[in-house]
């Protein structure tokens, strides 16, 4: 029996014995999601939802599992039931901005990344999300920035070498693009 489905199996037993608890409906969700069964975790993130309809976490991940499937629009409403609940809420603040950048709402996106940094400043991917937001957005200079803190949060990381190198090509730097290309591909290779 693999990994999956013996985790699977305990997920049963404990719904068996405690049919209301939103926390494993909800952890159920997030394992069925990983298996690519996405249909099935939906009706667990619901009825987790059904039991604790004010829980952050469970709004989000729904959200990303809506954003998988391509419900977007429903997914939007999730991470701003989950915002609802827990303003603080980093994941969520970066999710929506994500789904905000994706459909050219630059500056609602903005505002998401920037409330997801005020509560983790250090984040790589929201640092990189931002940068390449800004980017797009002509603000090259800030873009800049952005990939740089991103890169000293997580210095390994091979999006944010490429995408930062593209920037640099965009600004003429050429060779100093070619170097974040090598070192993409360097870390790529530290990866295999």
Known sequence: MGQYEAAEKQYILALESDPDNAAVHSNYG???????????AEKQ?????????????MHNNYGVLLDRMGR??????????????DPNYTAAHYNYGNKLC????????????????????NNAATRYNYGYLLQQ???Y??????YLLALEADPKDID???????????????EE?????????????DNV
């Open 45 to 57: 993130y619901i009825l987790a939802l059904k039991t604790d309809p004010d829980n952050a976490a």
């Open 72 to 85: 977007y629009e429903e997914a939007g409403k999730q991470y701003m039931l989950a915002l609802e609940a």
């Open 177 to 189: 693009a070619a170097i974040q290309y090598l070192l993409a591909l360097e870390a790529g290779s």
């Open 137 to 139: 957005m002509g603000r």
């Open 30 to 40: 997030n394992l069925l999601q990983q298996m690519g069964r996405d249909e099935e």
């Open 102 to 121: 994706d459909m050219g709402r630059y500056e609602e996106a903005e505002k998401q990344y920037l409330l997801a940094l005020k509560t983790d400043p």
């Open 160 to 174: 944010i070498h490429w995408n930062y190198g593209v920037l640099l090509e965009e600004l003429g730097r050429k």
């Open 141 to 146: 200079e800030e873009a800049e920035k952005q």
